[in-house]
């Protein structure tokens, strides 16, 4: 299992396209997918799951991947995370 | 399955609650507004009878401090200086908050000692049993243990069944299904779970994403416009977890159903069901079955043990036929 701390960066938060591009990126993976906001773990695979941390602007999320291609899942999230979710 | 940090509640959260008829605690600040920000953190009440009288042995002054009548008339009793130098004892203790009953007033020197101290002084208009009775509910349901968990919680014959399983097993389709079938959507695909009165798991959606469901294909879909509010629900009791897995040939599924298996969630053993998931396994309507064997279950009836007892009384009596018809 492993683990990395990422931040939005996309003004909008984690609004619904953002999360259904961070669900479908999460779902090409074998690994379990967990994001994480203060305490609040939620599977990463889950647009509602993902919908309701209600992650805004500039907050931290932990991105947890488990299973055989859990460093690639993790690599992958990250990108989306720095690319904005593609937008502005 | 995630576990939630503990519930934070300050006394300015507790003052806003929104708590209607008996649960309502009717309470006003009246003093130490400053102090408002303090939080409350057990779940206990305290009447500081002894400390009022100078005795501060095990004083739990983390709990919300209850002045009732005897308090009041203790301190009204209590003369000029003594009096001063306790409450200021008692004031030095960061208290999350004094509550007054019967609308009583505190003594002017305890309300000013508590402006000083920025203690929110607080007042309500019920008797001091009634109050703790609320109060203590109250705290008990906000400080619940909690867990959110994936999964999608329907009502089907009025029970509270949580469908479980592996993203894309078809848990939405399935809980879409038994909507059609007339049953009832809590929350899909997260579901908060509090444990409260004990053994009570009560399971709810988040508020932001409530009676919505996503169904691949579809997208997000509101389940209270599309089917009315007939067929939603905001909470509802868990008592019965289904386990949906693609088939597994080499693992034994339960072909009698009189083992009784169960899955622990904030320490309550839940009836738990696994279905194997096959083309042509009709998921939703095996889960009404399974709803309505549950519910039997609960009336005392078990399908798999009286059929079995059924079957052992025939046995016996055709192997005595056979010892008899042989001594013949």
Redesign the interface.
């Known amino acids: 299992m492993t683990e990395r701390i990422v931040t939005i960066r996309n003004r909008a938060g984690m609004h619904a396209r953002p999360a259904a591009l961070l669900v479908k990126t999460a779902s090409a993976y074998a690994a379990q997918v967990y994001i994480e906001k203060d305490g609040e773990r939620v599977n990463g695979k889950s647009i509602m799951g993902v919908i309701t941390l209600g992650a805004t602007y500039n907050s931290q999320l932990k991105v947890i991947a488990d299973g055989p291609d859990e460093a690639a899942a993790l690599d992958a999230m990250e990108r989306l995370f720095e690319n904005r979710f593609e937008e502005e | 399955m995630?576990?939630?940090?503990r519930q934070r509640l300050t006394v300015l959260d507790l003052l806003q609650l929104d708590l209607k008829e008996n649960d309502a605690l009717d309470l006003r600040c009246i003093g130490g507004r400053p102090g408002l920000v303090r939080e409350i953190e057990v779940t206990e009440i305290n009447r500081p009878g002894l400390e009022l009288a100078g005795f501060y042995e095990n004083f739990a002054w983390q709990r919300i401090q209850i002045f009732g009548r005897g308090e009041s008339a203790f301190l009204a009793h209590q003369a000029g200086e003594g009096r001063r130098e306790n409450l200021e004892r008692l004031l030095t203790y960061r208290i999350p908050c004094c509550v007054f009953t019967h609308a009583l007033l505190p003594t002017d020197d305890f309300a000013a000692l508590a402006e000083k101290a920025e203690c929110p002084v607080l007042q309500t208009p019920l008797s001091s049993s009634e109050f703790t009775m609320r109060i203590l509910r109250v705290l008990s349901t906000i400080f619940a243990p909690r867990q959110?968990v994936?999964g999608t919680l329907v009502e089907v014959f009025g029970i509270g069944v949580l469908i479980q399983g592996d993203?894309?097993v078809g848990k939405s389709e399935t809980a879409l299904a038994l909507i059609e079938r007339s049953h009832r959507l809590v929350a899909?695909?997260?579901v908060e779970i509090r444990r409260v009165s004990g053994n009570i798991l009560l399971g709810a959606g988040?508020q932001?994403?409530s009676h919505?469901?996503?169904i691949r294909g579809l997208g997000?879909i509101n389940i209270s416009h599309l089917y009315g509010v007939g067929a939603i629900r905001d909470r509802k009791q868990i008592q019965l977890v289904c386990q949906l897995e693609n088939w597994d040939a080499q693992k034994n599924y339960d072909r009698i159903g009189s083992e009784e298996n169960t899955i622990e969630i904030l320490g309550v053993h839940v009836p738990l069901v696994v279905i194997p998931i096959k083309p042509g396994r009709n998921i939703p309507v095996i889960i009404e079955t399974a709803a309505r064997n549950e519910r039997l279950k609960k009336m005392g009836y078990h399908s798999a043990k009286e059929f079995n007892r059924n079957v052992q009384t025939w046995l016996e009596t055709e192997s005595t036929r056979a010892i008899f018809g042989s001594e013949k």
């Open positions: 995630a576990r939630g940090e959110s994936h993203s894309g899909d695909d997260l988040a932001v994403v919505h469901m996503e997000i």
